[in-house]
């Protein structure tokens, strides 16, 4: 009798000391968004939402107790009259609290530092660009978003839309983690011809495939029929675990797109130490082809003509790094025809480009993951401006090329344009300028007998050109002018990063900006001359 008394007293207390230490707070969802505080100094822990006493979702999250670091949001219009239980293994519930805004709302795109020309969340972490996908006249980005923080953890698929590639809408979460894992990347289709069966020709599915990212990574699918707003997952998700035969957890990144002369689907997939090569019919099931060596996640392969001739194309194919390969592709197998270059560096990552562009427009069109920070802000990471590939003959070969898209040209204020400027004249041109964080500057230096030559502004580098190593900020790449000495720059100044496009577009390179001093716009180098300079002020996207 004492041991059923001693083993009840056990279980009572223990019961007691689960329920003391697992807490929650049940609200009536009457308003639009749950604001939630964020500390930086708290370990993260599981937050789990129960609605109307089913498990909406479970994230790991750093509670505020106290003074939050900043506020994050969920936007709870579709459960607006239904009841939601929050549970947490921690202290801070008391602090969460419903709203008709969210908090900060009334200044987020005024911040000072946030970004004016580049796309960046409301709140929270992003890295890859996924399923840039062209529809209807829209343009939807996807990216990998953490919205409970400013650093990586719970990747989530975010979406914003644009119809002109330049101003971005940002909607709710699109693919939420799941029973698979977190949401990693991938790319987004158009199913036309309806080969997947979860759409009509009517009404055609919008496809995603991603990696879900648990114990080990697989291939999932998700479709839409409303234009990406909400979502659906594939029942029989899985659609490839291949991790087995490669010895490898590293099978990710699956882009997608439709090969007409097969009339069937391919995908490229990073899996171990390259690229595979799949087909489907369906987007459902799939069939191993190929693998090239030598490139590591978030893949690309596409077709550019040469030189804007429809009759000499070549295929393209590229890793998250910025290195590439020209070849040849038949739907099965991508051939190398020389070896691998660069063609971007910097603080880019990730890139990738829009399926489904409309013919008539016929660019291939791509965006990265800007790495920067954003000091002061609840958010990290942006989106990189959309930027057009091309194929260009150069004294090397053929190389990959790339330029700011035509759009952005809607931005500028007007500025000046000066020629033949010595160093001085063109730094006293550029003194009015000075404090103008958001500028773009297009310009010639002549370098004469000078082996280096730059930009600085705040006391940084934005461009440090060295002839002897033909380099960029520190990264060698294949000049395209170096016969006429001379070096031709597109550079777009945002708050936080810093886009430098070299030699019409022959290399482009990524800068997280920083203020080391209170300097102006100023060229530097020895013997050196401006040929030309332009410059314009910019809008910002968020006007």
Not at 10 to 25: M, T
Not at 447 to 452: E, R, V
Request: aromatic share 14%.
């Amino acid at each position: 009798m004492k041991e059923k008394l001693l083993t009840v007293l056990i279980c009572l207390f223990f019961f007691i000391g689960l329920v003391a230490h697992a807490k929650d707070i049940t609200l009536s969802i009457n308003k639009r968004f749950l604001n939630l505080p964020v500390s930086h100094q708290t370990d993260r822990k599981i937050m789990s939402f129960i609605i109307d006493g089913k498990k909406e979702r479970d994230f790991r999250f750093r509670l505020a107790s106290g003074e939050p670091d900043y506020w994050i949001f969920c936007d709870m219009q579709s459960y607006i009259g239904k009841k939601i239980t929050i549970s947490y293994d921690g202290d801070g519930l008391q602090q969460i609290y419903l709203d008709d805004k969210f908090a900060g709302q009334d200044s987020v795109y005024k911040e000072k530092n946030r970004p004016l020309l580049h796309y960046t969340q409301r709140r929270g972490w992003c890295n890859d660009p996924n399923g840039l996908v062209w529809y209807d006249g829209e343009y939807h980005l996807f990216y990998q978003h953490n919205p409970y923080e400013k650093e990586w953890e719970n990747m989530h698929w975010g979406h914003a839309v644009s119809n002109d590639l330049l101003h971005w809408e940002e909607l709710n979460e699109a693919i939420y983690p799941d029973q698979n894992g977190a949401a990693f990347s991938g790319s987004a289709v158009i199913d036309y011809n309806n080969t997947s069966g979860f759409g009509t020709k009517e009404n055609p599915a919008m496809i995603a495939i991603y990696t879900g990212a648990g114990e080990k990574q697989v291939q999932c699918l998700a479709y839409s029929l409303d234009k990406g707003r909400t979502w659906i997952k594939y029942k029989n998700n899985p659609i490839i675990d291949s991790g087995s035969k490669w010895n490898t957890v590293d099978t990710r990144d699956p882009k997608v797109f439709w090969y007409n002369p097969n009339k069937e689907w391919v995908m490229v997939l990073n899996e171990r130490d390259g690229h595979s090569i799949y087909t489907s019919r369906n987007l459902k099931n799939w069939t191993y082809e190929s693998h090239v060596t030598g490139f590591w996640e978030c893949p690309e392969l596409f077709e550019l003509p040469v030189d804007g001739d429809s009759n000499n194309k070549k295929w393209v194919m590229y890793g998250a790094s910025g290195t590439y390969m020209i070849g040849s592709f038949d739907g099965r197998k991508f051939i190398p025809e020389a070896g691998k270059y660069y063609f971007s560096g910097g603080n880019i990552y990730a890139a990738q480009t829009f399926n489904n562009i409309p013919i008539t427009d016929g660019r291939r069109v791509q965006i990265g993951w800007g790495r920067v920070n954003h000091f002061g802000l609840p958010i990290n990471g942006c989106q990189t401006l959309p930027s057009e590939l091309s194929l260009r003959t150069t004294k090397d070969g053929i190389r990959l090329f790339c330029n700011p898209i035509k759009e952005l040209k809607k931005l500028e204020f007007s500025g000046f344009e000066a020629y033949n400027l010595t160093i001085e004249q063109a730094n006293e041109l550029l003194k009015e300028y000075s404090d103008n964080d958001v500028l773009r500057l297009r310009f010639v230096i002549s370098l004469s007998h000078s082996t280096s030559a730059g930009l600085s502004y705040k006391g940084q580098n934005l461009l440090d050109y060295d002839m002897n190593g033909n380099r960029v900020n520190g990264i060698f790449y294949s000049p395209e002018n170096m016969t006429s000495m001379e070096l031709s720059v597109d550079m777009i100044v945002d708050r936080s990063i810093v886009e430098v496009f070299v030699d019409n577009g022959a290399y482009v390179h990524y800068v997280e900006r920083r203020t080391n001093n209170d300097d102006g716009y100023m060229f530097w180098g020895n013997n050196i001359e401006i040929k030309s300079l332009k410059v314009n002020p910019m809008k910002s996207i968020w006007e």
